[in-house]
């Protein structure tokens, strides 16, 4: 069976988490909210442009982020703190939505500044909330886990059900990631039963289709299908028809583990009728590119294909990488059976291009992913504590209460001695809170910089295991696969020379081509020259068929030396730069400059091509390769590019 569609499992996934938070976008309330906006002054429009950033967030991220900085720039004007704390919280919401996690922790704790100086007990709960929801995403679920308990004991203290509910919930999100099954479900039961009792459907449902990934994780798929059918209920009896169309979706998908392919491909050409009817391109891809999988597991080889190119068409329009690259694999195994090799082959290499590109995301997905489990093993005994703590506190408070209501009398009598009593008892209360309180930060700050010690540890791991595969494959490249082709274009010429001629020239050609994915996988010239030869040697060949100019210099003012792992990574950084430089900026010149002082190499690259807007335009994977490199190497990195003015790069690297 062909699991292909299994790939967009986890965006759909998050698709339904980030429903829980997010309002879906409402034509009628934009529409109005654009015709009054003119009408109002300044000081009043933060409000208005806030409600635009959260109806636009889910569907269009640039929108929603010029009108956050829109209502932030409003709310400054007006001075109103309430205004000023919500605009912080919706640009919040938004980088987080964009993954900038740094930027969405620093303007949910500006907010949370603003809540705690009124001391806004709803405020400060849902600043808590945010924090939480930004640390789950980040998988660290020990800050999650606390966030959300202190937001919990707010939300209870202000007797706030919705907000309750919905902790409840989060709660229950971060015990999955956990691997903790039991709490997990715990918790979402006492999600599903507050939305009931507050007959609010829409939160009940969404719980209710959580609860059903809970279980599937746990692969009880009959348990998943029930939830989620049970979910999809709700969701059309309040027209709720973008939800409803992912758990259709993933009705299909569990399914089709199931073995029931025809049945699955039921619910996901459902899905696509209801992306189709909200005009919804994001999930349309996604939903054709599981059905087309699920054709060619049926053998309805015209269907399959049909729906894998409309797919592929609308992932490349939304940018969708992996919706994409699962398309590329589909076509290739279409092709395949259809004994179309040579089109099987182009796409096979587009799938390979593209699953390249991407594979950095993938790593840091899956050690976002050990991180989390790396947490759960030693946050455990402090989870239970801190529920303890709440648990306490609550039983303690209304045994008290039910005491000071029974012996009000006796009280009034020794009313100054117990004042005495409690009040030391409070003191002590206090000293040992701020003493624990110490203890725990400071075991905080040892397991986080422990943590940031492996993960950096990691990273270089898989970076060296990266370039060792990459010599093996190389050397096997080279020695093998090239030198079976020149013998077999031997033996054909002393056969009949006119006859295979042709067939010659193209095993020259792959030789060639071979020869070249070789060097490319591997720089061997860092095998053979110094670093300055190879640096010089890349860019006479990446630079010769361009025609751009180019500048290179070497400095070396003392006689520090590079390791390999150094070596390499200065050599992919220039080989990246170079890339980026021909791909994209319509360069003339290129200058590389290289000095070696005081135990730092520090490298220089321009270009003088069109440049681009930093505050337009977030960096590609490329950039973001070349951040992790110098990140390995201790590094600093710092760029500066306008349009039609270049790029230049600055990494200083100790040695």
């Known amino acids: 069976m062909n699991f292909k569609f299994i790939e967009v499992f986890g965006v759909l996934l998050a698709l339904i988490f980030c429903s829980k938070h997010l309002p879906a976008q409402n034509p009628e309330v934009v529409d109005s909210i654009l015709m009054e906006l003119p009408d109002l002054a300044k000081k009043d429009k933060s409000p208005y442009l806030t409600e635009l950033s959260w109806q636009y967030i889910l569907s269009d991220i640039d929108k929603s982020y010029k009108y956050a900085l829109q209502a932030l720039e409003c709310a400054e004007f007006s001075k109103d703190s309430n205004q000023l704390s919500d605009a912080y919280n919706t640009l919040g919401a938004v980088y987080m939505k964009k993954t900038n996690y740094d930027s969405a922790i620093f303007f949910n704790e500006r907010a949370l500044e603003i809540r705690k100086a009124q001391n806004d007990i709803r405020g400060i709960g849902g600043s808590y909330s945010k924090l939480g929801n930004i640390y789950t995403d980040q998988g660290y679920m020990d800050k999650a886990l606390d966030y959300q308990l202190k937001a919990l004991k707010l939300f209870i203290e202000c007797e706030d059900p919705y907000a309750e509910a919905q902790t409840y919930n989060n709660i229950c999100q971060i015990y999955s990631y956990l691997d903790n099954f039991e709490m997990a479900i715990f918790y979402s039961n006492k999600c599903i039963r507050m939305y009931d009792e507050l007959d609010y459907p829409y939160g009940e449902a969404t719980a209710i289709a959580n609860l059903a990934l809970y279980y599937e994780e746990k692969n009880m798929l009959d348990s998943a299908i029930y939830f989620t059918k049970k979910s999809s209920e709700i969701f059309e009896s309040i027209n709720d028809w973008a939800d409803l169309g992912n758990s259709e979706n993933m009705l299909g998908i569990y399914l089709r583990?199931?073995?029931?392919?025809?049945?699955?491909?039921?619910?996901?050409?459902k899905a696509l009728k209801i992306a189709e009817k909200n005009e919804d391109g994001f999930s349309m891809a996604q939903f054709r590119a599981n059905a087309a999988a699920a054709y060619l597991d049926l053998n309805m080889l015209d269907s399959a294909y049909l729906f894998y190119t409309a797919s592929l068409k609308k992932a490349k329009e939304f940018n969708l990488?992996?919706?994409?690259?699962q398309c590329y694999d589909g076509l290739a195994d279409y092709f395949e059976r259809t004994n179309n090799y040579k089109q099987s082959l182009e796409y096979r290499k587009s799938y390979e291009k593209l699953n390249d590109s991407i594979t950095n995301i993938e790593i840091q997905e899956s050690m976002a992913l050990a991180d989390a489990k790396f947490q759960s093993t030693y946050n455990k005994q402090l989870v239970l504590e801190k529920e303890n703590i709440i648990q306490k506190e609550q039983k303690e408070k209304a045994l008290l209460s039910k005491q000071n209501a029974e012996k009000e009398s006796q009280l009034r009598t020794t009313q100054l001695v117990f004042t005495f009593i409690g009040s030391l008892v409070i003191l002590a209360g206090v000293v040992v809170f701020f003493w624990v309180n110490?203890?725990?930060?400071?075991?905080?700050?040892?397991?986080?910089?422990n943590?940031?010690?492996?993960?950096?540890?990691?990273?270089?791991?898989?970076i060296q295991a990266q370039e060792q595969e990459r010599s093996r494959i190389a050397r096997d490249l080279h020695d093998g696969i090239v030198q079976d082709i020149v013998a077999i274009k031997m033996s054909l010429k002393r056969n009949d020379e006119n006859a295979v001629s042709d067939l010659a020239g193209r095993l020259d050609k792959a030789a060639s081509e071979v020869r070249a994915i070789s060097h490319a996988m591997m720089p061997y010239a860092l095998k053979e020259l110094t670093l300055d030869e190879a640096l010089g040697d890349l860019l006479s060949k990446a630079l010769s068929n361009t025609g751009i100019e180019k500048d290179y210099d070497f400095l070396s003012y003392s006689g520090a030396t590079l390791n390999d792992e150094q070596k390499v990574n200065v050599y992919r950084i220039v080989q990246e730069l170079l890339n980026n430089t021909i791909k994209h900026s319509e360069a003339k010149k290129v200058t590389v400059m290289v000095s070696i002082r005081n135990n730092f190499l520090t490298l220089t690259y321009e270009d003088d091509g069109k440049g681009f807007d930093r505050t337009q335009k977030e960096a590609g994977l490329g950039v973001l390769n070349i951040e992790s490199r110098v990140g390995v190497l201790r590094g600093e990195m710092k760029f500066e590019s306008e349009r039609g003015k270049g790029v230049l790069y600055i990494l200083k690297i100790p040695l």
Do not use: P
Request: charged share 45%; net charge positive; no cysteine.
């Open 321 to 325: 990488l992996r919706v994409e690259r």
């Open 451 to 462: 943590l940031a010690k492996e993960k950096e540890k990691g990273l270089q791991k898989i």
């Open 257 to 269: 583990k199931q073995g029931k392919d025809q049945e699955g491909l039921q619910h996901y050409l």
């Open 438 to 449: 110490r203890v725990r930060l400071n075991r905080e700050k040892q397991f986080a910089q």
